[in-house]
């Protein structure tokens, strides 16, 4: 009876010790697999798998489906960025296949502009000058805004006076102001802003901005600059038709309009743009809706 119960004990003292060392295994397994996962999380691109410590088969089941469903992902991203490639391959292929002919008939719709003696006709012929001025915007913006994304356009990161800039921009719409009967509100800081950027990438965005406004707003203008926790805020307000939330949140999406007509006078890119640039030059762009104005800020960190 004793020597069953020595034989007893020994076997649950080994089963015991079986188990533990199963599990201390088991943890190491997890243990490993996390800090790969971690580590392949943080590296872009690489075709590295996980891998067990100790053969487990519930563990080496789980590391399979994970590695199978990972080659899956990598294959994904390969298809996408070949397709993302193919598209601004495309675009800027249509763009400089349309550009010269929609050039050449621009010109000549100016001729027969000049030489039509009838009002209507000068008038018609007014409206397709601006469809066909719309779709080269259309097209440049296209352009523009599939080299940004690609990165083919590099943005400088030099100490840049943000403010000269902005004054500059809004200099050149002074007459579509005019033309619209509104002299707008400027606040400006009376020191330079100097931030680090690109002189054109930021002219850019500022003028996409103004562009804007003067397009969609309805009068009561505030540009202002201030300076807060570091950073310089450029904010654009104009008087706005209601905007909504949904509104808000895709605004920066590229070819979207609130304007859903057949006449709208904007492609829907130029905030997209305007949104790409800041963030290549470590700004922040938001926009908000209160109390019936709409408003952009432009947030840069101070030199």
Request: glycine share 4%; proline share 2%; charged share 25%.
């Amino acid at each position: 009876m004793e020597d069953i119960w020595v034989v007893t004990t020994f076997l649950l003292i080994f089963m015991f010790i079986i188990f533990i060392f199963y599990h201390l295994y088991y943890r190491m397994n997890i243990k490993h697999i996390t800090r790969q996962l971690k580590e392949i999380m943080n590296i872009k691109d690489t075709n590295q798998l996980l891998t067990v410590v100790a053969r487990q088969r519930d563990i080496s089941n789980l590391v399979n489906q994970i590695n199978n469903l990972m080659r899956d992902i990598r294959l994904s991203r390969i298809r996408i960025k070949r397709l993302n490639k193919n598209f601004r391959q495309s675009i800027t292929n249509i763009s400089h296949d349309l550009r010269t002919p929609l050039t050449t008939a621009s010109g000549y719709v100016q001729m027969l502009q000049a030489s039509a003696p009838d009002r209507e006709q000068q008038e018609y012929l007014a409206i397709v000058l601006e469809r066909q001025n719309m779709v080269k915007i259309l097209l440049e913006q296209l352009f523009e805004y599939v080299r940004i994304e690609s990165g083919e356009i590099i943005y400088k990161h030099i100490p840049i006076d943000a403010k000269k800039i902005f004054m500059d921009t809004l200099v050149m719409y002074y007459d579509d102001f005019y033309n619209k009967d509104q002299e707008p509100t400027v606040h400006l800081l009376e020191k330079p802003c100097i931030i680090l950027g690109d002189e054109q990438g930021v002219k850019r965005i500022f003028s996409n901005i103004l562009f804007n406004a003067i397009v969609h707003g309805k009068g009561e203008y505030d540009l202002e600059i201030q300076e807060s926790k570091g950073n310089y805020i450029f904010t654009f307000s104009n008087l706005s038709e209601p905007m909504t939330k949904d509104n808000l949140d895709y605004i920066f999406e590229r070819f979207y309009t609130k304007d859903k007509s057949r006449n709208k006078k904007t492609t829907g890119l130029g905030l997209s743009i305007a949104k790409e640039i800041t963030k290549q030059l470590n700004g922040t762009i938001d926009a908000f809706y209160n109390n019936g104005k709409f408003s952009i800020s432009i947030l840069f960190p101070k030199v």
